[in-house]
């Protein structure tokens, strides 16, 4: 359903030793305390090994301990949010996510009040971001491009503004992704 691998590398015969069952990829400053602190609490009360930034040092580069942790994850739930695209590190992210899910690591984008058409096509605050980022680096900016056209075109879950947000309507929707990975992590 939602959670997308690649079709070759799953059925491959090689047997992966994964770290963690979840890697939680999100811009901290649009939904840390609020959306993804409730997903991530959640996960982890249904017994779902989560992979969070909280300890990692903030830098300019994205660090070797997150790539690794990218890639010693069985699957990786990606929230967009508004700002998402400003963040280079987040950005690095989902290429790695992408490059990890040719390899057959499941993928659930979220959009968290934003539209998958503004990621796919980086209309308004994700077009905004890029145009920002082409200043510095052309070549990266164009990897994220695909990156984002390619992970906007799968199905995934959105959470949209303008819908009656309460804490029970969020932690439907959280549920909602905790039985859609169950699910697909069975078979």
Known sequence: M???????????SITHQYKYDVFLSFRGENTRMDFTS????????KGIHTFIDDELPR???????LLEAIRSSRSSIIVFSKNYAYSRWCLDELVEILECKENGQMVLPVFYKVDPSEVRNQKGK?????????VNNIKKVQ???????KVGSISGLTYKDGY??????LYLFIYFIVIIFNCVSSH
């Open 126 to 134: 994700f077009g905004e971001a890029l145009a920002k980022h082409e």
């Open 164 to 169: 009656l947000i309460t804490t029970f309507s």
């Open 2 to 12: 939602a959670f997308l691998t690649n079709k070759r590398a799953s059925s491959s």
């Open 143 to 149: 990897r994220w491009r695909e990156a984002l056209n």
């Open 38 to 45: 409730h997903l991530n609490g959640i996960l982890k009360l």
């Open 59 to 65: 830098g300019e580069e994205i660090s070797t301990e």
